[in-house]
């Protein structure tokens, strides 16, 4: 009997000493800071976009594309997880920190894709839930799988994923894409190197250490921050696009041209700095800009009127 409560008493401290998991762990595992831009670029593309659609319904949109946000990341935590327990950044998420299982993980990645892209096709319309549907693949599939572990180009190709949406969200209301909506999603697209290797500056040996391939580790810091500067370069008339097409006006140029030239400073900055601060900083002001950028496209739309 003594030995009987000794064995419980044991199993019980052991358990204590176990992490345990909350509500906070699975939370985590859909990354919400990620998500935020992703919901707020979806919801800007669905508020600018030609037409109409009932409040109700653009809430349940701008809801699957945070839920299919939140599925393609916990699925990605669930494949990284043998090289995010090497790494600083990443080691004290809920699966290498061993809060969360990793088939629990999955499973709740793979039921918020079904769930999400399922209630996007029946609530909204089917170009908009395969849209959906794409943006989980590219991000699960494309990037996390094939490309992120093989090749320096991973952000390049892969940041496509998170460029759908204000795809997603122009879809829910007119129904399909036209250039416009490639427009938003173009933007996203070059935007991504520049923000992306700027982390990966400074986070070099993290993905050296697990031996994933990324432009600085690669290629080194100097031809990094290089093509970063191309890139931002390119991105600025990108961002005029949809000036031209006659989608914003005045209000959306203007705040296109001060911020993404101030994006270019940072650019140039980091490429003559040697420092970590630059980078660091231009990661920061990056994820500032496109807030501001699209912020800008929605103030254009709805007050752009009044601007004579």
Known sequence: MTKQVADQTLALE??????????????????PGVMTLVVFTGAVGLLIAPGSIHPFLGLVAIACIAIASGA???INMWYDRDIDIHMKRTQNRPIPAGRVPADEALSLGIALSIVSVTIMAVAINIAAAVLLAVS???????????LKRSTPQNIVIGGAAGAFPPMIGWASVT?????NSIALFMIIFMWTPPHFWALALFRCGDYAKVGVPMMPVVAGDAATKKQMLV?????????????A??????????????TGLWFLRHAVRVLRNAEERAPHKMFGYSILY?????????ADVWLGG???
């Open 14 to 31: 052991n358990a204590v000493s176990l992490p345990v998991s909350d509500v906070r762990d699975y939370i985590a595992l859909l990354k």
């Open 72 to 74: 393609a990341a916990s």
């Open 136 to 146: 989980i693949a590219f991000y699960v599939f494309v990037y996390t799988i094939w």
């Open 175 to 179: 129904g399909g894409i036209d250039i």
């Open 231 to 243: 890139y931002t370069i390119l991105l600025l008339p990108v961002t005029f696009v949809p000036v």
């Open 245 to 258: 097409t006659g989608l914003l006006g005045t209000i959306y140029a203007v705040t296109a041209g001060l």
């Open 290 to 298: 496109l807030f501001v950028l699209f912020g800008a496209m929605v």
């Open 306 to 308: 009044f601007i004579v």
